[in-house]
């Protein structure tokens, strides 16, 4: 798409790092006010933790930094919508509770407490104010505003109420109590048993929707997101010169309540969430929309890596973006740093008592066969290291499918996997799962290859594909590893077990609910 002279030519942009275009557009483009960007976070702009502790019912600790309001409709006419959790580094006594409003509101606010009807005072929600420029001729300038809470020291297995607010409509009035929803913190230790979900590639629409409302009926402890989110970029390589909605995270945010006001959903970036826009590395966005754990690396400028524990399982989020050879936009915009915190953190998980299993989830493939295929790039920088601490699951998203390995050791089949086997990463290597089947327009497979799922098995084959490599090029390879292939919606649900015997039974579940697939992790199997 060609744009006036407010962008950058195409041919120009093909030759420039999404940092230089950033730059580029900072010379030229007049701004009505600062961007949420990665430096303005940095700067101390958006610190998320400023004016000083309040305290909320239950032991909730909180803090933020309010922005003043500019608009003149009265509050009481502005209705909250789009919220969503997530943990804080502690999941068991942290949680981020986000949302958005149409209009910019004064004093935001959320009220927490142990029951519906018996909400503590108001904890100082920020406000951070996203403003996307407009083109002339192509899209008007946007204003969208999203809100944050921080609550900390909140009570391991307990079950909070909480609704959010501001000047001229509180959650606690009979008018609003409607709006009270609730979550609950993870266990001070791990479990019997508990269940997680995960899909990438969502979009806005009913497929996605559905999805959503399946999902929710496994009643997950927390969902993975898998990068790709809404689609308000829907060209994905990461340049300005991309078609971009910034509309479509309103739409995509008001989707997505019924389940992440009391699921946290946990993101990261996919190929199609680097929005140039608004800030060198296209994450500006991102750091507005969301409030995810800060856990050792830097979430202010790579806001989809980071780590958690919940009960006897660690969950490790990472930008494939930074080391992807098919679309190098972000390529090596970490300088090597995402390697080496990967590096340190599944070391520190491997060797945590508590910790049984490592799911690890990012957005490129490392193994599929279906259109984007694998990314060498993916396979070169990480491969390594999950081998080396013996991961135990790793979900991917990108290809719109869903598509399962067997357990793959130094690259080859260490152990067939059917539907309904075990297997043991000690012994066998690693299940690389695609969950690319979150919502958005399905693809498919190499022509002439079956899918093969639980109910329609086919005769196992290698499939003929492919692999990016440095230079772009795709160089073809065999896959003896493409185990189950499914041309559907559908997710992840995982449930974790500890104890004597502790083991992951992942299941792959379309979206009507119908299950097709199964497989079970077990260490010691």
């Not at 009643?219 to 970029?233: E, S, V």
């Not at 959903?265 to 296209?282: C, F, K, L, Q, R």
């Not at 279906?370 to 991917?396: C, I, K, M, Q």
Request: glycine content about 12%.
């Amino acid at each position: 798409m060609e744009i006036p002279h407010f962008g950058i030519p195409p041919e120009l942009a093909g030759r420039m790092s999404m940092a230089e275009q950033h730059e580029y557009l900072r010379t030229r483009l007049s701004r009505r006010r600062t961007l949420v960007t990665a430096g303005a976070v940095a700067s101390g702009l958006l610190t998320g933790c400023g004016s000083g502790p309040r305290t909320g019912q239950g032991g909730a600790t909180a803090s933020g930094s309010p922005a003043p309001s500019t608009s003149k409709a009265p509050g009481s006419l502005i209705t909250p919508f789009g919220r969503h959790l997530a943990f804080g580094a502690d999941p068991r006594t942290q949680m981020r509770i986000s949302w958005q409003v149409p209009l910019a509101v004064r004093e935001p606010y959320v009220r927490v407490g142990l029951r519906p009807d018996d909400l503590g005072p108001k904890v100082e929600a920020e406000l951070r104010d996203l403003h996307t420029p407009g083109l002339k001729g192509v899209r008007p300038a946007v204003e969208q505003y999203y809100l944050h809470a921080a609550l900390d020291g909140l009570r391991p297995g307990t079950t909070y109420y909480y609704g959010v607010g501001h000047e001229g409509f509180d959650p606690a009035s009979p008018r609003h109590r409607s709006t009270v929803t609730s979550f609950r913190t993870a266990p001070a230790s791990p479990p019997e048993r508990f269940v997680f979900t995960a899909f990438g590639d969502q979009g806005v629409g009913e497929d996605a929707a559905l999805n959503d409302r399946t999902l929710l009926r496994q009643r997950p402890a927390f969902h993975l997101h898998a990068g790709d989110i809404c689609y308000a970029d829907p060209t994905g390589k990461g340049k300005e010169s991309d078609v971009f909605d910034a509309t479509q995270w309103d739409r995509f945010l008001a989707q997505t309540e019924p389940v992440a006001r009391s699921v946290p959903w946990m993101v990261t970036t996919g190929n199609h969430d680097m929005e140039a826009w608004y800030s060198p590395d296209g994450y500006g966005g991102q750091l507005a929309r969301f409030s995810l754990p800060e856990s050792g690396f830097d979430a202010r400028t790579a806001p989809g890596v980071y780590s958690f524990t919940y009960g006897n399982v660690g969950v490790v989020a990472l930008d494939a973006n930074d080391v992807s050879y098919e679309i190098p936009a972000n390529f090596g915009y970490t300088e090597g740093r995402q390697t080496r915190w990967l590096q340190r953190t599944l070391g520190a998980l491997r060797a945590a008592p508590e910790v049984d299993f490592i799911v690890v989830f990012f957005h490129h493939c490392a193994y599929s066969t279906s259109t984007h295929a694998s990314d060498g790039g993916v396979r070169a920088a990480w491969l390594p290291l999950f081998a080396r601490y013996e991961v135990d699951l790793v979900v991917n998203g990108h290809n719109h499918v869903y598509e399962r390995t067997d357990a793959i050791r130094g690259g080859e089949v260490g152990r067939p996997v059917p539907v309904g086997g075990t297997t043991d990463p000690r012994r066998d290597g690693i299940v690389y799962v695609t969950a690319g089947g979150g919502g958005k327009e399905l693809y498919g497979f190499p022509g002439g290859v079956k899918e093969s799922y639980e109910g329609n098995t086919a005769e196992h084959e290698p499939v003929e594909t492919f692999r990016w490599t440095r230079s772009r090029e795709a160089k073809a390879e065999s896959a003896a590893w493409s185990r189950v292939r499914y041309r559907g919606f559908s997710f992840l649900s995982v449930e974790a077990v500890s104890g004597a015997a502790p083991r992951l039974r992942v299941s792959a579940l379309a979206s009507n609910g119908e299950r097709i697939d199964h497989f079970e992790v077990r260490r010691g199997a």
